[in-house]
């Protein structure tokens, strides 16, 4: 293939595909934050692969290690038998993550993906308890297997199903009832009530923020108050950090500023560092209690996303990246706050933070056609919210000062054009 020819896909590929309608080029290179079409326009990449890149495109460091390991043949499948980069992974990832974070977790490998991770974690917890349900939040995300559906908020992804969707509850996330504050007593109400019809369950599954679901970030003493809910009634607390994770929010893990410590964290996407496929479901020791094999996959043990998930995880050694995400977080918060007042009639409120920051908007269609005006002049963003009313940004946290001022002076330019086009700039 050797045109920018969408005929081939829309020939062949199922209708099922989605991320090609949004961004409709043919991508062939990427190098750190920027991606090139068959034509060599360049882009830059306010998207990240959904969270899978933290680090970018072809980090060069573990492209090195990559091909090194490649060369010398090694193992590339080995469901979950030992191997060396396996090993290595394991200890680098106790010694530079959970100890200096003072996190005891065994590490599971339940499948490649950011769902395989959920479902260990849902049967694991039911398992451990011998409870059925589980408490999820409104507009949470976790996944398209009919488990993590299950306490996935988005009725167009439920519907997906095709089944009836049990043994969940939902309830309301922080700040879902609008500044009330009555969420925490809401919950405990319904919990300790017995008239309420919700049975004490196996856990509480939750993201810090929600990325699919509006960049909605819960407040610090919410989820402290989650996790004293958790305690007093023996309910296991189950973060969802698959896209949340990893750095995104300025921390290795996003539930850290909480200073709360869940029994089980899923991870994935960039957690393998070069977008190869791997999943981490981290379980404390007391509740390591699958027999062998109760839970498998051919691909759980994804030799050469250890050895980049390993290389990138020198990026944590010290706190120099954290310092980084950190002070650039406050600079796209500025950015996205003075948008919003500069152009009142967008209906705008910030949502998220760290590096999944937006704009959600109460003008129908609005996010949609910010991101295609910002990719026709070169730069991949996505929307995010239950009715994609969030345009949301997600550089990889490693981009550098020129890379997010180009990204932002494209952003802007897209926001005033749509903001012209829908007669909202103020006179």
């Known amino acids: 293939m050797n045109e920018n020819n969408l005929d081939i896909f829309d020939k062949h590929e199922s209708e099922v595909?989605?991320?090609?309608?949004?961004?409709?080029?043919?991508?062939?290179?990427?190098?750190?934050?920027?991606?090139?079409?068959?034509?060599e326009k360049e882009y830059i990449d306010f998207f990240s692969g959904a969270g899978a890149l933290n680090y970018g495109h072809?980090?060069?460091?573990?492209?090195?290690?990559l091909l090194e390991y490649i060369q010398e043949d090694g193992i590339a499948h080995s469901l979950d038998m030992a191997s060396k980069t396996k090993g290595e992974f394991?200890?680098?990832?106790?010694?530079?993550?959970?100890?200096?974070?003072?996190?005891?977790?065994?590490?599971?490998?339940?499948?490649?993906?950011?769902?395989?991770?959920?479902?260990?974690?849902?049967?694991?917890?039911?398992?451990?308890?011998?409870?059925?349900n589980v408490i999820s939040f409104t507009n949470g995300f976790h996944g398209m297997t009919i488990g993590a559906l299950s306490?996935?908020?988005?009725?167009?992804?439920?519907?997906?199903?095709?089944?009836?969707?049990?043994?969940?509850?939902?309830?309301?996330?922080?700040?879902y009832m609008e500044n009330t504050g009555q969420e925490i007593a809401y919950i405990e109400r319904l919990l300790d009530d017995n008239g309420?019809?919700?049975?004490?369950?196996?856990?509480?599954?939750?993201?810090?923020?929600?990325?699919?679901?509006?960049?909605?970030?819960?407040?610090?003493?919410?989820?402290?108050?989650?996790?004293?809910?958790?305690?007093?009634?023996?309910?296991?607390?189950?973060?969802?950090?698959?896209?949340?994770?990893?750095?995104?929010?300025?921390?290795?893990?996003?539930?850290?500023?909480?200073?709360?410590?869940?029994?089980?964290?899923?991870l994935s996407k960039s957690i393998g560092g070069y977008g190869l496929p791997l999943a981490l479901t981290l379980i404390h020791p007391d509740y390591d209690k699958f027999e062998p094999g109760e839970h498998n996959g051919t691909f759980r043990g994804n030799n050469m996303a250890f050895v980049t998930g390993t290389e990138a995880l020198n990026y944590w050694k010290d706190d120099q990246l954290e310092k980084s995400i950190q002070e650039k977080s406050d600079r796209i918060y500025t950015f996205l706050t003075d948008m919003i007042e500069k152009y009142p009639k967008l209906k705008g409120t910030?949502?998220?933070?760290?590096?999944?920051?937006?704009?959600?908007?109460?003008?129908?269609?609005?996010?949609?056609k910010v991101t295609e005006k910002c990719f026709e002049h070169g730069l991949i963003m996505e929307t995010a919210g239950s009715?994609?009313?969030?345009?949301?940004?997600?550089?990889?946290?490693?981009?550098?000062?020129?890379?997010?001022?180009?990204?932002?002076a494209i952003l802007e330019k897209a926001i005033e054009e749509t903001a012209e086009e829908k007669n909202l700039v103020t006179s």
């Open 350 to 368: 910030h949502r998220g933070r760290g590096f999944m920051q937006g704009i959600a908007s109460d003008v129908d269609g609005l996010a949609d």
């Open 196 to 266: 309420s019809g919700v049975e004490l369950p196996a856990a509480i599954i939750l993201e810090t923020v929600q990325g699919e679901g509006g960049l909605n970030a819960a407040r610090m003493e919410w989820l402290q108050s989650i996790e004293r809910i958790c305690r007093e009634r023996n309910i296991l607390l189950i973060i969802d950090d698959v896209q949340a994770g990893v750095g995104r929010t300025g921390t290795f893990f996003s539930f850290e500023p909480a200073g709360i410590k869940p029994d089980i964290v899923c």
């Open 90 to 132: 394991l200890e680098k990832f106790h010694e530079v993550i959970l100890e200096p974070r003072d996190l005891n977790y065994k590490v599971m490998f339940p499948g490649p993906t950011g769902t395989n991770s959920v479902e260990s974690a849902l049967k694991l917890a039911r398992k451990v308890t011998g409870r059925t």
């Open 17 to 39: 595909r989605s991320y090609v309608r949004g961004f409709p080029t043919v991508f062939h290179q990427a190098k750190g934050y920027k991606l090139w079409d068959m034509d």
């Open 151 to 175: 306490v996935t908020g988005n009725a167009f992804k439920r519907n997906g199903a095709g089944i009836p969707l049990h043994h969940s509850f939902t309830m309301p996330f922080d700040n």
């Open 387 to 408: 009715d994609d009313e969030v345009f949301k940004l997600f550089p990889p946290i490693t981009i550098d000062d020129e890379g997010l001022n180009k990204g932002l």
């Open 58 to 65: 072809n980090d060069e460091n573990m492209k090195q290690k």
